[in-house]
Nanobody, 122 residues
Framework: QVQLVESGGGLVQAGGSLRLSCVAS????????TAWFRQAQGKEREFVAG????????AYANSVNGRFTISRDNAKNTVDLQMNSLKPEDTAVYYC???????????????WGQGTQVTISS
């Protein structure tokens, strides 16, 4: 059973930065596609960024492109999300996800973390 645990969330002012990290245990992380999603209060969960098993195939939501960077370290079983120039509308619970397909899908994932809260004050 694959477990994903996120960390790095918190409260920052608009314009600031945060780095989220997700560590995986169980399974074969180096073969999985991974992604970050987010869910703001009262809204549906949405795709933020994805990366395939080898570190390529990067994909970003239009709303974060140019501000967020996804990366992974297969030796450490981690996938990170560097978030810069944060805006109040980035406030949400951020989830790490992994898929056995190995690709950076925008939709279907097999494993999910519990989420970490990110709050951006104006």
């Amino acid at each position: 059973q694959v477990q994903l645990v996120e960390s790095g969330g918190g409260l920052v002012q608009a314009g600031g930065s945060l780095r989220l990290s997700c560590v995986a245990s169980g399974g074969t992380f180096s073969t999985y596609g991974t992604a970050w999603f987010r869910q703001a209060q009262g809204k549906e969960r949405e795709f933020v960024a994805g990366i395939n098993w080898s570190g390529g195939g990067l994909a970003y939501a239009n709303s974060v492109n140019g501000r967020f960077t996804i990366s992974r370290d297969n030796a450490k079983n981690t996938v990170d999300l560097q978030m810069n120039s944060l805006k109040p509308e980035d406030t949400a619970v951020y989830y790490c996800a992994a898929t056995r397909t190995g690709m950076a899908s925008r939709t279907s994932y097999d494993y999910w973390g519990q989420g970490t809260q990110v709050t951006i004050s104006s």
